[in-house]
């Protein structure tokens, strides 16, 4: 009998699955989206900062490494960027606490910010609460997955535009979370509500309704 059961609750981790579903996006643009095809065309620099917290955990928000940050999110960048139309050329740069300790780095940035007609900042950050998932964990262990665990994470975005002369222009924001559920019999649908397509949406989403608002309400064109 206990050979049987220990048989039973090691299937049962096995075969546990999961399923991830996302919130809509919170201050998403509502007006209608207009195009500058007529403007002039502009530079524009994106500087990235990607932050993480696990909230009883981490005491601040801290920059994710290079590796850590979300797969792809370059291919997000250029797909949004056809929400505008009067981007003549542009540079990115990604933030990493490692620039502390190397000059050359903060240097590049610097000759970057020196060279182009508007800044975009744009912070990411991604939050959890380190109680929610250590007492999910344990109670989801306890009872072999049976019991459905969710854990949830909370995504935003800060976008603050600043022209050459690093005036603040304008600044969009943005919110969404994902829930993640644990339970045995969620292996039947895990292949289509994965964790990962529902954060790559979001981060998509972000970009591209931010970008469209900017289209719309003409920030890049230079006055």
Same mark, same amino acid.
């Given at each position: ?59 601040? %928000? ?16 250029? &797909? ?18 490692? &620039?502390?300790?190397? %000059?050359?780095? =903060? ?42 665990? %969710? ?39 895990? %292949? ?19 970008? =469209? ?11």
């Amino acid at each position: 009998m206990k050979k049987f059961i220990v048989i039973l609750v090691i299937s049962l981790f096995l075969i546990s699955g999961c399923a991830s579903f996302r919130s809509g996006i919170q201050g998403k643009y509502e007006g209608a989206a207009e195009k500058n095809f007529g403007a002039g065309k502009v530079s524009v620099l994106f500087i990235f900062d990607h932050y993480k917290q696990s909230k009883g955990w981490d005491a601040i %928000p801290k920059l994710e490494g290079k590796y850590d940050i979300i797969r792809d999110f370059d291919n997000f960048l250029i &797909d949004a960027m056809n929400e505008l139309s009067n981007v003549g050329k542009y540079n990115t740069y990604t933030e990493y606490a490692t &620039d502390v300790s190397e %000059p050359y780095r =903060r240097a590049q940035k610097d000759s970057l910010l020196a060279v182009h007609d508007f800044i975009f900042r744009v912070k990411f950050n991604k939050e959890n609460s380190f109680a929610q998932y250590f007492l999910g964990a344990l109670f989801s262990s306890l009872s072999a997955t049976v019991l459905p665990i %969710p854990y949830k994470k909370n995504y935003s975005v800060t976008i603050s535009i600043y022209n050459s002369e690093d005036v603040l222009i304008k600044t969009y924001s943005r919110e969404a979370s994902i829930t993640k559920w644990v339970q045995s019999v969620l292996i039947f649908i895990y %292949p289509f509500y994965t964790e990962k397509k529902k954060t790559e949406e979001i981060y998509i989403q972000f970009l591209h309704d931010i970008f =469209r608002q900017v289209e719309a309400e003409k920030v890049l064109i230079k006055r």
